[in-house]
């Protein structure tokens, strides 16, 4: 086995996020099933490399963005498993309050910013913070995460457009999972490698392996360096794939169980446990307690939603527009 150029932090850091990605998730889906969980419910299972990857290299400061496929992105930017977990159940104590669901988590100190539920949404805005930090005069970097789906939006283009002109500090990230909803991409568009797209705007665009954390990581290092020096936006398409359906009520049978079974060989979670046993750098006994530690967060995340209030009714007049500019929705 060749030896990784990744140190021994890297790697149990990946398994320990992905893991708490993986568990989180399959938790939510047996919540779902339970009717504890309502509304929209789009789950992460087996992408969780493309975000894993991504986290060794920003920092604390750097903003995310990203669909409404979400719930994993917000666990990795440090938004606790409790006020995802919250906000899934509708609780008041949820990151959104109760208010956003699923679909639509946000946490400002941890420079998270969504959870967006119309496709595309996130694109141009994710421009937008990245522009505010130009402005500002910082070395932040937005990430913008968007489906395969969402190129097809015109939004799409007038971002990259205004983010090259602009030399704007954001990675836009295609997670090509190879199907918008129930349809592949190559029923959609005539380019079926999406990283092209970013070429008609001159921004350095690639194709990344994203069930590999570790080709994660280093194309994300490339387009954060490129961003923090002020030379602009970079596109990736992260080809990754989702064992599970499109949201909770899609059997996906527009797809083969043998397709699944091909990805699902290349279990990105597995991977990386694989590489720290091969490595010897961690004993059984050390991973047990990950994986204890992992499947504690979560069960406490559930505990803390069942017991938590939901919303008082007067927080459907809260947050809905500013007091500020208007003082008389209150009277």
């Not at 850091?13 to 509304?39: D, H, N, P, T, V």
């Not at 967006?116 to 970097?141: E, R, S, Y």
């Not at 937005?142 to 283009?157: E, K, L, P, S």
């Not at 991409?185 to 990344?208: H, M, W």
């Amino acid at each position: 086995m060749a030896k990784s150029k990744f140190k021994k932090d890297h790697y149990l850091k990946w398994y320990e996020s992905m893991l708490l990605m993986r568990k989180f998730e399959e938790r939510a889906g047996q919540l779902y099933g339970m009717q504890k969980i309502k509304g929209f419910c789009h789950l992460y299972i087996g992408q969780e490399a493309v975000v894993a990857g991504a986290m060794t290299v920003l920092t604390p400061e750097d903003n995310m963005i990203t669909a409404y496929r979400d719930h994993a992105h917000a666990l990795a930017k440090g938004v606790s498993a409790r006020a995802v977990m919250a906000e899934l159940y509708g609780k008041a104590t949820g990151c959104s309050k109760g208010k956003g669901g699923s679909m639509h988590m946000f946490d400002a100190k941890a420079r998270f910013f969504g959870g967006h539920g119309i496709v595309g949404g996130q694109i141009p805005l994710g421009a937008g913070i990245a522009f505010a930090d130009k402005f500002n005069g910082n070395k932040n970097v937005t990430v913008c995460y968007m489906g395969d789906g969402a190129v097809r939006q015109g939004a799409f283009h007038e971002a990259l457009n205004m983010a090259m002109n602009w030399k704007l500090p954001v990675i836009f990230i295609i997670e090509n999972n190879n199907y918008a909803m129930g349809t592949s991409v190559e029923r959609t568009s005539n380019v079926t490698e999406l990283y092209k797209l970013g070429l008609a705007y001159d921004i350095p665009s690639e194709p990344v392996d994203g069930m590999e954390v570790e080709a994660v990581h280093d194309a994300m290092e490339k387009a954060v360096e490129r961003a923090r020096k002020g030379d602009g936006p970079t596109l990736l398409e992260m080809n990754t794939y989702r064992y599970k359906g499109h949201s909770m009520s899609d059997p996906a049978k527009y797809r083969t169980k043998e397709e699944v079974e091909s990805y699902k060989a290349k279990d990105p979670v597995e991977i990386v446990l694989k590489t720290i046993q091969d490595n010897k750098f961690a004993t059984s006994a050390e991973i047990e307690v990950i994986n204890n530690k992992v499947s504690d967060i979560v069960e406490d995340c559930v505990k803390f939603s069942e017991e938590s209030p939901y919303p008082d009714p007067s927080e459907l007049y809260i947050d809905v527009y500013s007091q500020k500019d208007y003082p008389y929705i209150m009277d």
